[in-house]
Every structure is written in structure tokens, then in C-alpha cells.
């Protein structure tokens, strides 16, 4: 069983369009979180979730929304998608907010803006 | 602003050959990870530490905290091609959050 998991795998685009990333985790964690990793390999945080609610919001354009239905699932939505975007996604669990550092990925989305 | 820098950046050593990586940072963190990332895939927790000078083993890598908890190194023993990988390190700060460096590249040629 995948514990985390994202779709899709893949996504090519044109600039200016619209496009969501979901993610799922089945390993019963409270805490979900949305990374960027760059060309150069650079984690870096985007949002974090914990019971659906907010917690993280680093500066991220607003571009960018999070919307978390259930706390197994925090997917990512992307408006007026920009080449800057390119990049590969990588969703996160851990078990809780007091237990922050043990994290669990996905096998990320490689976007990719024309 | 608390930032991790991991050396080398990248590194190509020859099947068999011993090699050490490095987690450097001028601030305390409570707890430290260590973490693999293969290509196309996500990153995978090796190993946590978290009191100063605290040594654990994982068959051939060795980890180890420093004393005052601001840096860490990763040695591995008789490096075989399924090291190779992506080796970042994120510490644990007073926030509850990650701090990420910016990774080791390792590559073992057969």
C-alpha cells in the first residue's frame, strides 16, 4: 500500500492555465504538507495543514491554494500558471504537529510550464 | 534566519571507498534528520537524532550529532552503487518546523 500518495505524476501546461495536484495519505497522520523542490534540488516549504486547518503559509503567491477536504487528503491548486512554476511537488505527512520532523513524502509531480 | 549547509555538494567515489558528508549550521536544533531521495522519487527518513553527540548506525552509515546539536555528518563504509542518491539533512527547529539543507549529490560508480 502507497502511504502517500499524488496525482499526477506528470503535468506539461501552458502558461496561463489552471491546474490542481492531489494528494493522499492512508498512515492516520494529522499533518500534511506542500514542498517545492527546484532545479537545484532546494527543498522548500510551502503550506503545512494539521486537522484540515492551516498552519504554514510561507510566502507563496496567492496563485497558489491549498484546500485540505479531510485530513488524509491536502490538495494543491494553481491559478495563471507562470514558467517560474516548474518545478517538481512534493506532498508530506507526519504524524502530528508535536512530532513535526519525521516526515513521509509522495513521489512528487514534475510540473512543467511552456 | 537559521540555515543548514550540507558539503560537499556533490561527490563521485569509487564502489568500496569510504566516504563522510557534512550538516553545518550556526543554530541549535532540537532534533535532526537525515534523508534519502532517489531520482523521481520523494525523499525517505534514514535517521533521527536528537541529543548532542548521539551516534546511531544504519548497517554501513553511520550518523552522528554534534555535541552542541548545530551540525551532523553522515559517513558511510564501504560505499556500494545503491548509495547513490540524493542525501539531504533537516533539522528540527523551536517552531515545530523542518529547516532543509540543500542536499549531497552521491554518486557510487560500480
Known amino acids: 500500500d502507497t502511504a502517500v500518495s499524488q496525482t499526477p505524476k506528470y503535468l506539461v501546461t501552458q502558461m496561463g492555465n489552471d491546474k490542481s495536484i492531489k494528494c493522499e495519505q492512508n498512515?492516520?497522520?494529522?499533518?500534511m504538507y506542500w514542498y517545492k523542490q527546484d532545479s537545484k534540488k532546494f527543498l522548500k516549504i510551502m503550506f503545512s495543514?494539521?486537522?484540515?486547518?492551516?498552519?504554514i503559509n510561507e510566502t507563496v503567491p496567492n496563485r497558489f491554494s491549498p484546500k485540505s477536504p479531510d485530513k488524509a487528503h491536502l490538495n494543491l491548486h494553481i491559478n495563471s500558471l507562470e514558467l517560474g512554476d516548474s518545478a517538481v511537488y512534493f506532498c508530506?505527512?507526519?504524524?502530528?504537529?508535536?512530532?513535526?520532523?519525521?516526515?513521509?513524502f509522495g513521489p512528487g509531480t514534475r510540473l512543467t510550464v511552456t | 534566519t537559521q540555515l543548514l549547509e550540507q558539503s560537499p555538494q556533490f561527490l563521485s567515489i569509487q564502489e568500496g571507498e569510504n566516504l563522510t558528508v557534512y550538516c553545518n549550521s550556526s543554530s541549535v536544533f532540537s532534533s535532526l534528520q537525515w534523508y534519502r531521495q532517489e531520482p523521481g522519487e520523494g525523499p525517505v527518513l534514514l535517521v533521527t537524532?536528537?541529543?548532542g553527540g548521539e551516534v546511531k548506525k544504519l548497517k554501513r552509515l553511520t550518523f552522528q550529532f554534534g555535541d552542541a546539536r548545530k551540525d551532523s555528518s553522515l559517513h558511510i563504509t564501504a560505499a556500494q552503487p545503491g548509495d547513490t542518491g540524493l542525501y539531504l539533512c533537516a533539522g528540527g527547529d523551536s517552531n515545530y518546523q523542518l529547516i532543509w539543507g540543500a542536499g549531497t549529490k552521491l554518486i557510487i560508480k560500480p
Open positions: 498512515l492516520g497522520h494529522d499533518t
Open positions: 495543514y494539521n486537522n484540515k486547518e492551516l498552519i
Open positions: 508530506a505527512s507526519s504524524q502530528d504537529l508535536a512530532s513535526p520532523y519525521e516526515q513521509y
Open positions: 537524532v536528537v541529543t
